[in-house]
């Protein structure tokens, strides 16, 4: 069954950075792309960016482009987000999402919080 | 972007009562290109209704989506006590992608 499995909570401070992991499992990696989206705390969902797992072609958010870098891994089936000069209203649950002609599958879920 | 206008924001019912949740966009979403989720506290989003009207694996038939161009809905035929929890509506045929607020499903 397909699983994607994402990596531990951050805690951060203002300025610095932060890389979220998400592992695949249960179908062929390269097959589909991910979107990465986030959660701030008691509130709605916004899309940061697409990354396609075959060739590594990316679609950014305006809002974070220039702080942001999506890589895939397709030895490890692994897709990567980098957020970098955090804020405090970076603060969220940041999810991967399974996408081929949709989006179907997400992770658990990373919570990033970034406090001084 | 395209903005998603979820409504009403909350919908409190009794178990057995039909739900109702509308989808509203502000321009018109290329190809369908629209799905539903469920989320319940703490869990990631569970995908529910793909292409506006399709139900995906292993949902049950008492949800149903509908709808084409701006205007879209799910509806819960009949609630189940486990169908109490936040509806999302998410475009991906225009980036950036987009959500909608949500619809919380409450027991009255």
């Known amino acids: 069954q397909v699983q994607l499995v994402q990596s531990g909570a951050e805690v951060k401070k203002p300025g610095a950075s932060v890389k979220v992991s998400c592992k695949a499992s249960g179908y062929t990696f390269n097959t589909f792309g991910f979107s990465w989206v986030r959660q701030a705390p008691g509130q709605g969902f916004e899309w940061m960016g697409w990354i396609n797992a075959y060739n590594g072609k990316t679609n950014y958010a305006q809002k974070v482009q220039g702080r942001i870098t999506m890589t895939t891994d397709t030895s490890t089936s692994t897709a990567y987000l980098e957020l970098r000069s955090l804020r405090a209203d970076d603060t969220a649950v940041y999810y991967c999402v399974r996408e081929l002609e949709g989006p179907d599958y997400w992770g658990q879920g990373t919570l990033v919080t970034v406090s001084s | 972007e395209i903005v998603l206008t979820q409504s009403p924001g909350t919908l409190s019912l009794s178990p057995g009562e039909r739900a109702t949740l509308s989808c509203r966009a502000s321009q018109s979403i290329i190809s369908n290109f629209l799905v539903w989720y469920q989320q319940k506290p703490g869990q990631a989003p569970r995908l529910l209704i793909y292409?506006?009207?399709s139900r995906a694996t292993g949902i049950p038939d008492r949800f149903s989506g509908s709808g084409s161009g701006t205007d879209f809905t799910l509806t819960i035929s009949r609630l189940e006590p486990e169908d109490f929890a936040l509806y999302y509506c998410?475009?991906?045929?225009?980036?950036?992608?987009?959500f909608g607020q949500g619809t919380r499903v409450e027991i009255k």
């Open positions: 292409g506006a009207s």
């Open positions: 998410h475009q991906f045929g225009t980036s950036p992608q987009t």
